[in-house]
């Protein structure tokens, strides 16, 4: 039977981790103007940045200490660095906030992967539905990151920064009455910390990385080469936000038709066929000149895309004991990649057509492919 409250504390914290997510690009910070500004650029960075370290650390203390621990620190972190954004008056406390926010992110993103899986399936079939698990849980992180821009911008039109990030920051408090009204034995058994050199040691983990470095600039680029492709076509830019939502609302809908349907044992094989899938349809998409083509090719893609992160990791908790080390090490290549790759993808597309600047995703797709295809024969 699945926990009540166990299932709470997981809803809050991946709603949190994507809120969190989400929110620098959102609220203005202090002495910059209206996002996607430039002076934003440097705190967005920052943050991602920081991220990295966080990441590598939260695993290892969630792996050693338990998940109810970790989930109480994240929530304090968060809430302390969305306060003391709310008051930045210098390059100095700003950065230290974003430091603060990350070690929230961290902390609450890795606890919440953890407990998917046992959230929303019985204890004994949780160890065989750990990819389905992680997919419907990441439809929360993917939901509230969607929706977190859009609420921090109308409180802070409501309320001003200060009293909006106050508010977020208390927000940020929910999963500490809900972790310590769970009782101790829903939450899943952790197990030792992972080495660095233990994750190297297995093959599925290596490759999985390599996968994820390559595959969270893709994701994280989906938008904007969305919207340049589609004006490419001739759509109205008015038109192009509302078929964004809907792409996102594809991606979504994919995860959650994984999660149900999902059959176990396969999920490797399912990796492999959604990025094979990503690989053709940039292809055909780089040579479709007709608005309807080129929409179904987007609907295609937005569905491969959707289940890849969270299936992978299903993957890798398979292989690892659901460690929560291993989680946090990939996320953080992920992140790396990221930072790099869209870096990369920025300074080129400043020089070349849109079309051009989409055979990079799809280079990066094809590599994927070949990794995900060992990972599924070995």
């Known amino acids: 039977m699945v926990s009540p409250w166990l299932l709470a504390t997981t809803i809050a914290a991946a709603f949190l981790g994507g809120m969190l997510l989400a929110i620098l690009s959102a609220i203005q910070l202090p002495g910059s103007s209206t996002p996607p500004q430039p002076a934003h650029a440097p705190a967005r960075k920052w943050f991602l940045l920081t991220l990295i370290p966080m990441m590598l650390v939260s695993g290892p203390a969630i792996d050693k200490w338990g998940v109810q621990e970790m989930l109480f620190a994240g929530s304090f972190l968060a809430a302390f660095g969305l306060a003391s954004l709310g008051m930045s008056r210098s390059l100095g406390s700003v950065l230290l906030s ?127 080469w969305a919207v340049s492709y589609l004006r490419d076509l001739g759509y109205e830019a008015r ?20 999660g ?59 292989h690892s004991g659901s460690s929560a080390t291993a989680f946090s090490s990939l996320y953080a290549l992920g992140t790396a990649g990221s930072l790099f790759f869209q870096s990369a993808l920025v300074s080129f597309a400043s020089f070349h057509s849109v079309r051009a600047t989409m055979c990079i995703p799809m280079a990066l797709a094809l590599v994927m492919t070949a990794s995900c295809l060992v990972l599924a024969v070995i």
């Open 98 to 224: 974003a430091l603060l926010l990350a070690g929230g992110v961290a902390c609450l993103l890795t606890a919440s992967a953890v407990l998917m899986p046992y959230a929303f399936f019985p204890r004994r079939l949780a160890p065989l539905r750990l990819a389905h698990g992680l997919n419907i849980g990441f439809i929360i992180v993917g939901t509230s990151w969607l929706l977190m821009p859009v609420v921090t911008d109308w409180l802070k039109k409501k309320m001003g920064l200060r009293r909006s990030m106050l508010l977020v920051g208390l927000a940020c408090l929910v999963p500490v009455p809900l972790a310590a009204l769970t009782p101790a034995a829903d939450f899943p058994a952790t197990g030792p910390a992972l080495t660095f050199d233990k994750l190297l040691e297995e093959p599925h983990l290596w490759l999985a990385g390599l996968v994820i470095f390559f595959y969270f600039p893709l994701e994280g680029s989906l938008s904007n």
């Open 239 to 258: 038109k192009i936000p509302w078929m964004l939502l809907g792409f996102w609302l594809v991606f979504l809908t994919a995860r959650l038709c994984t």
């Open 260 to 318: 149900w349907f999902l059959y176990p044992g396969y999920e490797a094989w399912l990796v492999f066929f959604l990025v094979l899938g990503i690989a053709v349809t940039f292809g055909n998409l780089v040579g479709a000149f007709g608005a309807g083509s080129g929409e179904k090719g987007m609907l295609v893609m937005w569905a491969c895309c959707g289940p890849i992160f969270p299936t992978l990791m299903g993957v890798v908790f398979q």
